[in-house]
């Protein structure tokens, strides 16, 4: 039987960007399945006592640039270290991805969710515009207007919110986090460990 990863992202998130290619690779070598939660960080900090980032010390901000210049140069990733739309709004895009997961399934949501990352992150596109959305839509072969039509739909907001009350229950803090069998990796630097856990 496959095995199932809980997949747990911020759509704002560089980390999960620079985990989004090894991810997937993973994932098919493993023959595994990915189930994609764009869930609301906001509201996981608040109950695991985390902070966004404008509101951590200047020396952990500091550090933050450290490590994605270093992690930048060691996978080759494209990634802007100060992206001209960022933190974009996160609602549309994230009600977008969940209405491609509950339509058509895991796997496009997944490639919608990498797609908005790196339009995000190595584009500098404003990934909480429709447009954009729209285009990135349409370059995955997708429906864009009907599925922006559908991520409009006001209950996507209330599934996010469940979404992230369940990953905050289950001890996700973080993004990216992977759940394997109720074993928690979080942050791309944790992938090694979510593979040798896969090939148990």
Do not use: C
Not at 34 to 41: S, T
Not at 139 to 144: F, I, M, N
Request: glycine share 8%; hydrophobic share 50%.
């Amino acid at each position: 039987m496959p095995k199932s990863i809980d997949y747990y992202v911020s759509l704002n998130s560089p980390w999960t960007h620079l985990g989004a290619a090894r991810l997937e690779a993973m994932v098919a070598r493993h023959g595994a399945t990915l189930n994609i939660f764009p869930v609301d960080f906001g509201t996981i900090f608040a109950g695991s006592g985390g902070l966004p980032l404008p509101k951590r010390s200047a020396q952990r901000q500091a550090y933050r640039m450290m490590e994605l210049r270093r992690w930048r140069d060691r996978l080759g990733v494209p990634i802007q270290l100060e992206p001209a739309f960022f933190p974009a709004r996160e609602a549309l895009p994230a009600h977008l991805v969940i209405a491609v997961r509950e339509t058509l399934g895991q796997a496009p949501a997944v490639a919608l969710a990498h797609a908005i990352l790196k339009a995000l992150w190595q584009d500098q596109r404003d990934t909480g515009e429709a447009a954009v959305l729209a285009e990135l839509a349409r370059g995955l072969g997708l429906d864009a207007g009907a599925l922006l039509s559908l991520a409009e739909d006001p209950g996507w907001a209330g599934r996010r919110a469940a979404d992230s009350a369940a990953a905050l229950a289950r001890g996700v803090f973080g993004a990216p986090s992977y759940v394997l069998d109720d074993e928690i990796f979080w942050g791309q630097d944790r992938l090694d460990f979510l593979e040798a856990a896969l090939a148990r």
